[in-house]
């Protein structure tokens, strides 16, 4: 098993480290056996997948049968009200049930094109019953051993904001209520000045509206200014951490800083072309300081559609989730255990190379001597403290555009575009030397690695001097090991 394996099944410090606390409810789910099926229906001659779950949706079913949990984490328990993992693997069926398979058919036809990110809004239920209206993303995890048999789905519960938009749907007469009580921040706002302003450029006979507030950038911000509050619930109150309406609405320049302007000039640009209702994320600050990534919903009320008079925003809170979503993306460029970009940046970076054509390219191919030695002797905890050394010595080592990135379980490779031989051997030399540094900061087994070294003058042989730089790494490892053993014989005779 490979160290990433080890690290995914849980040994030592690692992915189900950051796994286990993060603040919204995750799944780990192998995808493996759908891949076969997509497979077998692609031979079949099915290109539409939408089409032809919905001629048979017992299709659908059968996709779902093939997903395999492997592991949830502690807020997923929380979220269905389960005791364990098996606690819940053994209720799955009462979970996931009636609408889940709409949702979960808009992810199939997302993942049947290719894309290596899905996302869905999706109804699943409590061990005790209770529906739950869910934001799905997932992210197939790179370095799988077989294709998607490494699955990361994020969920961001929204049974709240769900359950007012119904009940504000079926019940006007509680609108006010809703308002006041809704568990997301809704603001009331007066645009009508700003309506104003925008029918005075229109008179002046200003038709490309990008182009002007571009060039008179003045104009934005004084449409900042020009919005009036009329309300705000409590709900936003709490969220921005104010005492009252009043201090919030005093001191909204805190609130609303120069990162805002930019969102809101393409607010203007959908309010210019007639778009009354859409969509936005934004960042905002709280009174205190702290930021807050926020998905905004603006819609201008119905019968003032003329003067903009009554606006409604509506602000949910999705920090958490930028920060699930930060995390995900970091894995899928990231080798978790040393820090260090992962294969797949690793395979996507000589991509680029060639791509752009780079005329001079290094190569540094490291591997890490005794690693297994290590692994057998003292455990898998010690061999993976000596590859997350080693992830520090090269973090330190490689500044950008370089890139360190650990390729295998004990093989790492550095490349340095615009370094001929001698300024790669310099950063083989400093590797050298910070290694021998760790060695002397660190007790416990010794980090050594053997190098080799190539550099590449033709972009579309770059594959091929990193070969070369791995031919010269294997014969430092195999003169290492001669050396090792030859000084593993002479000790022995000495201690005869």
Known sequence: MSAERQVVAGSGFGILDFFEVMPMPLWLEDYSELFLQFERWRKQGVSDLGEWLREDRSRVQHCARLMRVLRVNRR????????????????LPSVLRDDMLDGFAGELVQMWTGSRTFHSVAVNYTLSGRRLDLSLKGVMLADAERPWDRILVAMEDITELQDVRRQAQTSAGLAREFFEQAPVSLWVE?????????????????????????????????????????????????????????????????VFREEMRDTFAEQLIELWEGRLFHQ???????????????????????????????????????TARKKAEAYLEYLGQHDVLTQLKNRSFFVDELGRLSHKRTPLVGFVALDLNDLKFVNDEQGHAAGDDLLRRFGEVLNKAVDRPATAARIGGDEFMVVLP???????????????????????????PELSVSAGISVCRDSNALEKAMREADRAMYEDKRSYYEEHGRRLEDRCRREL
């Open 190 to 254: 007066d645009f009508s000045k700003i309506k104003r302003l925008l029918d005075d450029l229109r008179v002046q006979g200003i038709v490309d509206f990008r182009t002007f507030i571009n060039v008179h950038g003045e104009f934005v911000d004084r449409c900042m200014d020009e919005i009036r509050v009329v309300d705000v619930n409590g709900y936003t109150l709490d969220l921005y951490k104010a005492q009252s309406r009043a201090e919030l609405l005093s001191r909204l320049d805190e």
């Open 418 to 444: 615009g370094m001929d031989e001698a300024a790669t051997t310099t950063v083989l030399n400093n590797i050298r030397s910070l290694v021998v540094l760790n060695n002397q900061y660190y007790s416990g």
């Open 280 to 318: 936005k994320e934004v960042r905002n600050r709280t009174l205190q300081g702290d930021l807050l990534h926020i998905h905004l919903q603006l819609s201008v009320f119905k019968g003032h559609e003329d003067d903009w008079e009554l606006v409604l925003l509506a602000l949910t809170d999705i």
């Open 76 to 91: 997923t328990l929380e979220l269905y009200e389960a005791d364990s993992q098996d606690h819940l693997m053994g209720q």
